[in-house]
């Protein structure tokens, strides 16, 4: 049987470091509100710190960004020269997060072969990305691995196990004595614990994982990208890279073959969809808008402040702090996020635009108070209809959905090295 999830040496900070100064969110949230990330800047301080270790997007293509790369790779020198880490050798981490909700989210901790992973539209590998996947953003981060010691994970990786057999089942080896770390992450990110699980734990976990997907066809989807394709498609192009440039050299057994995953179940309870909404600046938004209800076809409807999925595609479109209700009478696509990205994408090839994807609708209302900017508040996508839609259609459109918060993403703690 194939397999694509494996235990992996894991590095962890030695006990006694300050683990809530050490973990920082995802990279690639809070992009529009460099204040989070300067916040961050005066939590951290001069403790060890993931922070020290990643390129926030914030800053990406700005006048920070080269510094900020030399030191990514000076600090990783220096956290590996100093001891700071404890390794744990072939090993799969059981971890609970308490999100901002209180709502509890298990998950494992191992790595992806990338031998098994293709993002592209289409793929029929055992681990596919949720959403299509945009080219241009690889390279940034290609840039940043490639310097790279070692690799910190924000990315989550779904299973449709509605039994809830594999990742549920760690939570009974969570002992004492096994606890690596249990502290509160900061900026309102909620409560991170870490178990190790020992030899007959992984075995039972990686078991039920084969048994769970024992007799799905060849081409079936096992594995689902829901948090961090980005980064996961940039470690397989950094390693496919490689391959290339070193033909005849046998890289099966090298570090960069595999990547750092968190593996979650879709019907966790505390696993909610939400959407990405857009804000679009730096443009002629009432030409924006003329053009767009000639192309979709939009009727305005009452002034509205929320967003119901209902049968119809419907978005609420916001301009200076207000609502106000469109239905899309025209698509371009199955979903109403793919009708909008579809004409947005269409639109900036002519003209001017900047566009940001957004998690919070109160900072979509924010900032479309400035000038020449304009908001769009998309409708939730259910859950179940993740695996059969990327099965039947490929890639769903870029920033379809968000699993939760932004708070409540995958913040850096593991690291492994990929040298």
Same mark, same amino acid.
């Given at each position: *049987?194939?397999?694509?999830?494996?235990?992996?040496?894991?590095?962890?900070?030695?006990?006694g470091?300050d683990?809530?100064?050490?973990?920082?969110?995802?990279c690639?949230?809070?992009?529009?509100?460099?204040?989070y990330?300067?916040?961050? #800047?005066?939590?951290?301080?001069?403790?060890?710190?993931?922070?020290?270790?990643?390129?926030?997007?914030?800053?990406?293509?700005?006048?920070?960004?080269?510094?900020?790369?030399?030191?990514?790779?000076?600090? *990783?020198?220096?956290?590996?020269?100093?001891?700071?880490?404890d390794?744990?050798?072939?090993a799969i981490?059981?971890?609970e997060r308490?999100?901002?909700?209180?709502?509890?989210?298990?998950?494992?901790?191992g790595?992806?072969?990338?031998?098994?992973?293709?993002?592209?539209?289409g793929?029929?590998?055992?681990?596919?990305?949720?959403?299509?996947?945009?080219?241009?953003?690889?390279?940034?981060?290609?840039r940043?691995?490639?310097?790279?010691?070692?690799e910190?994970?924000?990315?989550?990786?779904l299973?449709?196990?509605?039994?809830?057999?594999?990742v549920?089942?760690?939570?009974?080896?969570?002992?004492?004595?096994?606890?690596?770390?249990?502290?509160?992450?900061?900026?309102?990110?909620?409560?991170?614990k870490?178990?190790?699980?020992?030899?007959?734990?992984?075995?039972?976990?990686?078991?039920?994982? +084969?048994d769970?997907?024992?007799?799905?066809?060849?081409?079936?989807?096992?594995?689902?990208?829901?948090d961090?394709?980005?980064?996961?498609?940039s470690?397989?192009? $950094?390693? #496919?890279q *490689?391959?290339?440039?070193?033909?005849?050299?046998?890289?099966?057994?090298?570090?960069?073959?595999y990547?750092l995953?968190?593996?979650?179940?879709?019907?966790?309870?505390?696993?909610?969809?939400?959407?990405?909404?857009?804000?679009?600046?730096?443009? +002629?938004?009432?030409?924006?808008?003329?053009?767009?209800q000639?192309?979709?076809?939009?009727?305005?409807?009452?002034?509205?402040?929320?967003?119901?999925?209902?049968?119809?595609q #419907?978005?609420?479109?916001?301009?200076?702090?207000?609502?106000?209700?469109?239905v899309?009478?025209?698509?371009s696509?199955r979903?109403?996020v793919?009708?909008?990205?579809?004409?947005?994408?269409? $639109?900036?090839?002519?003209?001017?635009?900047?566009?940001?994807?957004?998690?919070g609708?109160?900072?979509?209302?924010?900032?479309?108070?400035?000038?020449?900017?304009?908001? $769009?508040?998309?409708?939730d996508?259910?859950?179940?209809?993740? %695996?059969?839609?990327v099965?039947?259609?490929?890639?769903?459109?870029?920033?379809? %959905?968000? *699993?939760?918060h932004?708070?409540?993403?995958?913040?850096?703690?593991?690291?492994?090295?990929?040298r």
């Open positions: *049987m194939r397999r694509a999830f494996y235990p992996a040496d894991i590095l962890l900070p030695k006990k470091t683990m809530s100064r050490w973990s920082v969110i995802a690639d949230q809070f992009t529009s509100e460099p204040d990330w300067e916040e961050v #800047e005066e939590l951290v301080g001069d403790a060890p710190s993931t922070l020290r270790m990643i390129l926030p997007e914030v800053y990406l293509d700005g006048p920070q960004e080269k510094e900020r790369l030399a030191r990514i790779r000076q600090s *990783m020198e220096e956290y590996l020269a100093g001891g700071l880490f390794l744990y050798e072939n981490i059981y971890v308490t999100d901002s909700s209180g709502a509890v989210r298990a998950g494992v901790v790595c992806i072969d990338l031998e098994e992973y293709d993002y592209h539209k793929s029929h590998s055992l681990v596919r990305a949720t959403e299509a996947t945009v080219e241009e953003r690889i390279p940034p981060r290609i940043i691995r490639e310097n790279a010691l070692l910190l994970p924000h990315v989550m990786i299973i449709d196990d509605k039994k809830k057999t594999v549920e089942s760690g939570a009974q080896y969570c002992k004492p004595e096994n606890l690596l770390y249990d502290f509160t992450l900061m900026q309102g990110g909620g409560q991170l870490g178990y190790l699980l020992d030899e007959k734990a992984q075995g039972e976990i990686l078991q039920a994982l +084969d769970l997907y024992a007799g799905e066809k060849e081409d079936a989807m096992i594995f689902a990208v829901g961090g394709n980005h980064s996961l498609a470690a397989k192009e $950094f390693y #496919e *490689m391959k290339k440039a070193h033909p005849g050299e046998d890289y099966s057994a090298h570090p960069a073959r990547a995953v968190e593996i979650v179940n879709l019907h966790s309870p505390a696993l909610q969809f939400e959407a990405i909404h857009r804000i679009v600046s730096g443009t +002629d938004v009432d030409g924006l808008l003329e053009k767009m000639e192309e979709l076809g939009l009727i305005w409807k009452e002034e509205a402040s929320g967003v119901s999925a209902g049968g119809s #419907e978005m609420d479109v916001v301009r200076d702090g207000v609502c106000r209700r469109a899309i009478t025209k698509p696509s979903l109403t793919g009708s909008l990205q579809n004409f947005l994408d269409a $639109f900036q090839q002519k003209h001017d635009l900047h566009m940001d994807y957004i998690h609708a109160d900072t979509v209302k924010k900032l479309s108070m400035k000038e020449d900017s304009v908001g $769009f508040l998309l409708p996508m259910r859950k179940e209809e993740l %695996f059969p839609s099965m039947a259609d490929g890639a769903l459109p870029r920033k379809t %959905f968000s *699993m939760g932004a708070q409540d993403k995958r913040y850096y703690t593991e690291c492994r090295k990929i």
